[in-house]
Structure formats: structure tokens, C-alpha cells
T-cell receptor, first 115, second 115 residues
Framework: AQSVAQPEDQVNVAEGNPLTVKCTYSVSGNPYLFWYVQYPNRGLQFLLKYITGDNLVKGSYGFEAEFNKSQTSFHLKKPSALVSDSALYFCAVRDMHQAGTALIFGKGTTLSVSS | GAVVSQHPSWVICKSGTSVKIECRSL??????MFWYRQFPKQSLMLMATSNEGSKATYEQGVEKDKFLINHASLTLSTLTVTSAHPEDSSFYICSTQRTTNYGYTFGSGTRLTVV
């Protein structure tokens, strides 16, 4: 079975500081990995995905994530946080070989950036 | 990019009535649509997968007679919450996948409040 773990319910960081939102996953095969951001009462906005290739993936709004197969992790990072980055962040996974199936989401991490 | 239009964005209904939520793919043919439910500050829980022209596949624990899913065309999938009760109050989100770039697109969500 596929699963995603986001061990932190909330991450607090000061504006201008680097941020990391953690994600680990479990799939039987190779993973497709995604990060999404959600603002209150809104749908999900795509940030980035890892399908194959370079382990460091760069996405929208200055975010990036590094795929680490040995640690089964896909942590989201940003060098300098903005107050506007405050939102709910979801990591999601799908097994590469299960085409046409839904993404499985982690529980979400609330990012709070203080000015 | 791919666009999924979800309506209504919010709805308030009385207990015992039924509510229909629509998801339309505006610029591509969505053979598969996924329906999620999200409780406040919690993760997205997959409810069902609908395939155009066939019966939906429901996740364990989801009542198929309560959450009716119809995917009659390649551009429209609907979720009907029948005989709604206050515990059905939630945020419902649809999603589909463009197989050409492995991306998943999400509707903007529907906030259902049953009073």
C-alpha cells in the first residue's frame, strides 16, 4: 500500500530564513512525488513534482524539493521564506506503475512565516 | 494548462436534502476523475474514482448509495450527496490527471454545510 508521512503538523519560520517541510513516502515500486499548497477554502495549487531524472526538483514560487531514494524522502525547501508562503502544504505520492490511480496525500503541514 | 472547473464553490443545505457537485474539465478529456473529501485542517481522503461510462470505484468505508458519482461524459463528473446530514459537512475536491505530463489538476473545491 502507498502512504505518505508528513511528521510535522506545523512549521514556524521567520521571514527571510530558509524553510523545510518534511515528507517521507512508501510505495511498492518507484514513486511519482508531488507537493501542493492550499490556502483556506481553496483547491490545491501545484508546486512541483518528481517523476524521474535529477533528484533536485525546482518548482513554483522559489520552492524546490530533493528526492532521496535511500531515505524515501522528498522534503520541500525554500532558501528564503516569505510571509505569503504561510499556508497548508501537502506531499503526495503515486506508484509509477499504477497509471490512472489517484494521488495519496500526507496529512499536511501548516507553514507559518512570521514577519 | 489543464483546467478543472468545480461548482458550486460553497453550498448550504438542509438535512435530508441532496446536493450535486459538478466538475468539468475545460480543455481536455478526462477519462478518470477522482473525488476527495477534506475535513478542516486535515488531509484529502480519496472517496472514489470515476471512469467515464462505467461505475465508480469507491474506497473502503465510503457509502456508495450516499455519495453518488456519475461520469457520463469525458468532460463532466458529478458527485451527489444524498439525504445529507450535518456529518456530511466537509470540503469536497475533484481531481483529474493529464497523462501526457503526469500532472494532476484539482478543482477549486466545494464547501458543503448541512444544517
Amino acid at each position: 500500500a502507498q502512504s505518505v508521512a508528513q511528521p510535522e503538523d506545523q512549521v514556524n519560520v521567520a521571514e527571510g530564513n530558509p524553510l523545510t517541510v518534511k515528507c517521507t513516502y512508501s510505495v511498492s515500486g518507484n514513486p511519482y512525488l508531488f507537493w501542493y499548497v492550499q490556502y483556506p477554502n481553496r483547491g490545491l495549487q501545484f508546486l512541483l513534482k518528481y517523476i524521474t531524472g535529477d533528484n533536485l526538483v525546482k518548482g513554483s514560487y522559489g520552492f524546490e524539493a530533493e528526492f532521496n531514494k535511500s531515505q524515501t524522502s522528498f522534503h520541500l525547501k525554500k532558501p528564503s521564506a516569505l510571509v505569503s508562503d504561510s499556508a497548508l502544504y501537502f506531499c503526495a505520492v503515486r506508484d509509477m506503475h499504477q497509471a490512472g490511480t489517484a494521488l495519496i496525500f500526507g496529512k499536511g503541514t501548516t507553514l507559518s512565516v512570521s514577519s | 494548462g489543464a483546467v478543472v472547473s468545480q461548482h458550486p464553490s460553497w453550498v448550504i443545505c438542509k438535512s435530508g436534502t441532496s446536493v450535486k457537485i459538478e466538475c468539468r474539465s475545460l480543455d481536455f478529456q478526462a477519462t478518470t476523475m477522482f473525488w476527495y473529501r477534506q475535513f478542516p485542517k486535515q488531509s484529502l481522503m480519496l472517496m472514489a474514482t470515476s471512469n467515464e461510462g462505467s461505475k465508480a470505484t469507491y474506497e473502503q468505508g465510503v457509502e456508495k448509495d450516499k455519495f453518488l458519482i456519475n461520469h457520463a461524459s469525458l468532460t463532466l463528473s458529478t458527485l451527489t450527496v444524498t439525504s445529507a446530514h450535518p456529518e456530511d459537512s466537509s470540503f469536497y475536491i475533484c481531481s483529474t490527471q493529464r497523462t501526457t505530463n503526469y500532472g494532476y489538476t484539482f478543482g477549486s473545491g466545494t464547501r458543503l454545510t448541512v444544517v
